[in-house]
Nanobody, 123 residues
């Protein structure tokens, strides 16, 4: 599985960004797909997850501000980020795994990762 993220950049606090992650094969769109992020000196943390049925879950820190979605025809999973805060600054990674029951709380639940895209929010 190859995952390629795009859409990162530098924005001001309060602005929006949409990240995309293109998956190499449409078969993998039925996998658990998720976004994680990691800031310097911090552990990687789960941000949002979408399963094969479209069920979504979010970290408490982004609920109401971020939205995960997927477009099977485009083989892409998106992360729409609104009302960005300086604490959202991080490298954002796309992750995938075919096994059931994956959880955002567990980085090790996901076997496939993209290379990351940087998001920087200035206050």
């Amino acid at each position: 599985v190859q995952l390629v993220e795009y859409g990162g950049g530098s924005v001001q606090a309060g602005e929006s960004l949409r990240l995309g992650c293109e998956v190499s094969d449409s078969t993998y769109m039925s996998y658990f797909l998720a976004w994680f992020r990691q800031s310097p000196g911090k552990e990687r943390e789960g941000v949002a997850l979408i399963d094969s049925d479209g069920f979504v879950s979010y970290a408490n820190s982004v609920k109401g501000r971020f939205a995960i979605s997927k477009d099977n025809a485009k083989r892409t999973v998106f992360l729409q980020m609104t009302r960005l805060k300086s604490e959202d600054t991080a490298m954002y990674y796309c992750a995938a795994d075919p096994r059931g029951g994956r959880k955002l709380e567990s980085v090790s639940d996901f076997g496939y990762w993209g290379q990351g895209t940087q998001v920087t929010v200035s206050s």
